[in-house]
């Protein structure tokens, strides 16, 4: 686990999200606990949803005494730890364990934890009696920069990442970056893949988020811009219909790789970083961008500690697994992916891409470091299997 001398508390930062008709703060810094009492307050009841593992962190246990306190905590629901939680089955007995302990529609859920806590707490609140209010309160990196916000709440299927799921906001995300200081170091790790992600979705913040991240945890301000960014973004589009398709840069392959590992190999953020580099150097085979993009990008994910590759089982499944992504339509899959821009590039959604093109650069991400480009005949692909 990051060591980490004691801190002064973080000034906290209020950041305005709206999401079509529903507003609600995004907060970065802070103890969550006066909030939630004052959400609690306005409720009959509250289940606290979260994992073993965040409930045993002094964070955890602060926010569980917070919530004891106002009166109104009626269960404490444990989920397994990450993507096993999310899933149909645990789910059922999430709810299962509300509809026991006397939820109402009058109730709220509070989702504490990672990613894959708030999705599945999301998830449970939009699905409740037909749906009930719910906080986020994300103690990851990934939680804080992503999942958390935006109201995407999901769970999984064996076959595909977030394949059932609603468009169910927060009343609000309270982002404490002191739960940061006992993360695992691979958890930590993994939010720097999202990082990463917005940092190539704005080139010139890339560079200085790839340094902020080198080591440790990253200053609150790079947690807040990149929170900053996504209410933006989900402002303009809160449906997903346009703009929003941006966030998904680095997640059609990367959501493959989370599959072909039983989401269990490869945490999120590292399948974000490997979907990363597979997304530009597709790029660069379809001529959209040059090397200098491609390198400023891997430069940037290995300077983080993630990786940018996979071996070519996990790799050759992956793509077979992105025939399930919620993103392929009537013309096949569309894509995420960078275009040159003078200097630089820009980033666009619903690009389609041929197969040919995919499949050499599903054998090109699977073949190690070496830069260069080869072409994707049948020959070369021969090759480079007899090399594996």
Wanted: net charge positive.
């Amino acid at each position: 686990m990051p060591t980490s001398s004691v801190r002064a508390p973080i000034v906290s930062e209020l950041i305005a999200a709206t999401q079509g008709e529903h507003a609600y703060p995004v907060r970065v810094g802070g103890a969550p606990d006066d909030a939630l009492a004052g959400f609690a307050g306005e409720h009959d009841r509250v289940a606290l949803v979260s994992c073993a593992k965040v409930l045993r962190t002094a964070h955890g246990r602060a926010v569980k005494a917070g919530l004891a306190r106002t009166g109104a905590l009626a269960v404490v629901h444990v989920l397994p730890d990450g993507e096993r939680g999310k899933t149909l089955r645990e789910l059922e007995r999430a709810a299962t364990a509300l509809l026991r302990a006397g939820l109402t529609r009058r109730s709220l859920v509070v989702g504490l934890g990672g990613g894959a806590v708030t999705d599945a707490a999301g998830f449970l609140a939009a699905t409740y009696m037909r749906g009930v209010p719910w906080v986020a309160v994300p103690t990851t990196l990934l939680g804080m920069v992503d999942a958390a916000i935006g109201g995407k709440t999901a769970v999984n299927l064996p076959l595909a990442k977030n394949a059932v799921g609603a468009f169910h906001p927060p009343e609000a995300v309270l982002a404490d970056p002191i739960a940061l200081e006992t993360l695992p170091a691979r958890e930590l790790a993994s939010g720097k893949g999202e990082v990463m992600k917005y940092g190539a979705l704005q080139p010139p913040l890339l560079a200085t988020f790839a340094e902020r991240c080198r080591a440790g945890i990253p200053e609150p301000s790079v947690i807040a811009a990149c929170a900053r960014m996504k209410v933006d973004v989900v402002e303009a589009d809160p449906r997903e219909k346009g703009p929003r398709k941006l966030l998904n840069l680095g997640h059609t392959f990367g959501h493959g790789v989370e599959a072909a590992g039983r989401f269990s190999r490869y945490t999120h953020g590292e399948a974000v970083a490997i979907g990363l580099a597979f997304a530009f150097r597709l790029a660069r085979r379809l001529g959209r961008v040059g090397d200098g993009p491609v390198s400023a990008v891997e430069a940037a994910l290995e300077g983080a500690g993630l990786p940018t590759r996979v071996p070519a089982p996990i790799a050759r499944a992956a793509v077979k697994l992105m025939a399930f992504d919620k993103k392929r339509g009537d013309a096949g899959l569309l894509w995420v992916l960078p275009v040159a821009v003078g200097e630089g590039w820009t980033v666009e959604w619903d690009v389609a891409a041929d197969e040919a093109a995919v499949e050499a650069t599903v054998a090109e991400i699977a073949a190690g470091p070496a830069r260069a480009v080869v072409p994707a005949t049948k020959g070369a692909r021969a090759k480079r299997k007899a090399r594996r």
